[in-house]
């Protein structure tokens, strides 16, 4: 790769997101991500301390054009060093935008110590608001936690909050309508994700997935959707403008992420890196290259650069899921779940 192009790829391509996970654990198991019996955490050891989480941020904004960053995990609240990551990233950083993906358990209590920590943003995980439902996919009764989570954040300025949802066909599918209506009231702004093939028990079926459109089929039955003028090409989410059904004025927007059915891998600028410090150029690469055992070998902020740089022009060009069935030969689901990756 060019040195001079941050981190490109073979495929035309510059990653500028940074994903950073800094945890695997997880205090939930929902069904399309974690298996009921959690998974073999990493030792905390094998965890980047808040100064390696610093120095690999370092390298990315100082050296190879990063310029946002989110963290994400497992869950990051389950790190007790949260606030001391954020804080040091945010004195290292002044104005880089940092957010964070969370489920939000424990957040009410945090929210406040966070933001004043550094944290810019967040997005919080919600796929049900029936308590019923929310503990038969999460297999965890919590719920109250998450809707307190969420009111703290907006209560701590960490806003716009947004909200992160995945259906599933036959558990929470019918809640689509109920979840927008409910974000609009709040002043949430509600994103659909659909659900992808990274599931720790490979249980994903194409037939079961609720698509983008069937998304749009649900919501269209109690809202007036028209697309955003604001929609930025290429942008994961499809933004849509939510009117009453007789029209009217805009009651807010919502987004729709077609990760599977309607991908936007070629317009892609993420990069991750995973909680035991490996670089991932993909959610769904088969590869990862280890930059924090290069780090704490005592490597140069520009030899960890080059072997970044590296790993990330070797991006794959799609993720091949865009197919119909498993059975595509393009399609491989990565050994490692998304909890393990870093979602
Ligand atoms: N624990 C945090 C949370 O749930 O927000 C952060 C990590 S989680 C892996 C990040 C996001 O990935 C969540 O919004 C979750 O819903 C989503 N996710 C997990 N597994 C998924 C899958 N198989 N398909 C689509 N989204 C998934
Ligand atoms: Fe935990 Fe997030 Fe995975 Fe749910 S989606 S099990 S909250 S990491």
């Given at each position: 790769a060019?040195?001079?192009?941050?981190?490109?790829?073979?495929?035309?391509?510059?990653?500028?997101?940074?994903?950073?996970?800094?945890i695997?654990?997880?205090?939930?198991?929902?069904?399309?991500?974690?298996?009921?019996?959690?998974?073999?955490?990493?030792?905390?050891?094998?965890?980047?301390?808040?100064?390696?989480?610093?120095?690999?941020?370092?390298?990315?904004?100082?050296?190879?054009?990063?310029?946002?960053?989110?963290?994400?995990?497992?869950?990051?609240?389950?790190?007790?060093?949260?606030?001391?990551?954020?804080?040091?990233?945010?004195?290292?950083?002044?104005?880089?935008?940092?957010?964070?993906?969370?489920?939000?358990?424990?957040l009410?209590?945090?929210?406040?110590?966070?933001?004043?920590?550094?944290?810019?943003?967040?997005?919080?995980?919600?796929?049900?608001?029936?308590?019923?439902?929310?503990?038969?996919?999460?297999?965890?009764?919590?719920?109250?936690?998450?809707?307190?989570?969420?009111?703290a954040a907006?209560?701590?300025?960490?806003?716009?909050?947004?909200?992160?949802?995945?259906?599933m066909?036959?558990?929470?599918?019918?809640?689509?309508?109920?979840?927008?209506?409910?974000?609009l009231?709040?002043?949430?702004?509600?994103?659909?994700?659909?659900?992808?093939?990274?599931?720790?028990?490979?249980?994903w079926?194409?037939?079961?997935?609720?698509?983008?459109?069937?998304?749009?089929?649900?919501?269209?039955?109690?809202?007036?959707?028209?697309p955003?003028?604001?929609?930025?090409?290429?942008?994961?989410?499809?933004?849509?403008?939510?009117?009453?059904?007789?029209?009217?004025?805009?009651?807010?927007?919502?987004?729709?992420?077609?990760?599977?059915?309607?991908p936007?891998?070629?317009?892609?600028?993420?990069?991750?890196?995973?909680?035991?410090?490996?670089?991932?150029?993909?959610?769904?690469?088969?590869?990862?290259?280890?930059?924090?055992?290069?780090?704490?070998?005592?490597?140069?902020?520009?030899?960890?650069?080059?072997?970044?740089?590296?790993?990330?022009?070797?991006?794959?060009?799609a993720?091949?899921?865009?197919?119909?069935?498993?059975?595509?030969?393009?399609?491989?689901?990565?050994?490692?779940?998304m909890?393990?990756?870093?979602?």
């Amino acid at each position: 790769a060019p040195a001079s192009a941050g981190l490109a790829d073979r495929h035309g391509r510059r990653a500028t997101d940074l994903r950073l996970s800094v945890i695997d654990k997880c205090n939930l198991r929902c069904t399309y991500c974690m298996p009921a019996a959690g998974l073999p955490w990493l030792p905390a050891a094998q965890l980047m301390s808040p100064a390696e989480i610093v120095r690999i941020v370092g390298v990315g904004v100082g050296e190879l054009g990063v310029t946002e960053l989110r963290l994400t995990g497992g869950e990051p609240l389950v790190r007790g060093d949260l606030e001391e990551i954020l804080a040091a990233v945010r004195a290292a950083h002044p104005r880089l935008p940092v957010s964070m993906t969370t489920n939000a358990i424990g957040l009410a209590s945090r929210a406040q110590a966070l933001a004043a920590a550094g944290l810019d943003r967040i997005n919080v995980s919600l796929d049900s608001l029936d308590a019923e439902t929310f503990k038969a996919l999460a297999r965890r009764d919590r719920l109250g936690d998450v809707l307190a989570g969420a009111e703290a954040a907006a209560a701590a300025g960490l806003s716009p909050v947004k909200i992160n949802a995945v259906l599933m066909a036959g558990v929470n599918d019918h809640e689509a309508a109920d979840l927008l209506a409910w974000a609009l009231r709040r002043g949430f702004a509600l994103r659909f994700i659909e659900q992808m093939p990274l599931d720790a028990d490979h249980g994903w079926r194409r037939e079961e997935m609720v698509t983008a459109a069937q998304v749009r089929d649900r919501l269209s039955q109690r809202f007036r959707l028209d697309p955003h003028p604001g929609q930025r090409a290429g942008a994961p989410a499809e933004l849509w403008e939510v009117r009453p059904p007789a029209g009217g004025p805009v009651l807010g927007t919502v987004g729709v992420i077609a990760s599977v059915t309607e991908p936007f891998c070629a317009a892609c600028t993420r990069t991750r890196i995973t909680a035991e410090g490996r670089i991932r150029s993909c959610l769904f690469s088969h590869e990862e290259t280890d930059l924090l055992s290069l780090l704490r070998a005592g490597a140069s902020d520009a030899q960890l650069a080059e072997l970044w740089r590296a790993a990330m022009w070797a991006k794959p060009a799609a993720h091949g899921m865009d197919h119909p069935g498993l059975d595509s030969p393009d399609y491989v689901q990565p050994e490692r779940s998304m909890s393990a990756i870093g979602g």
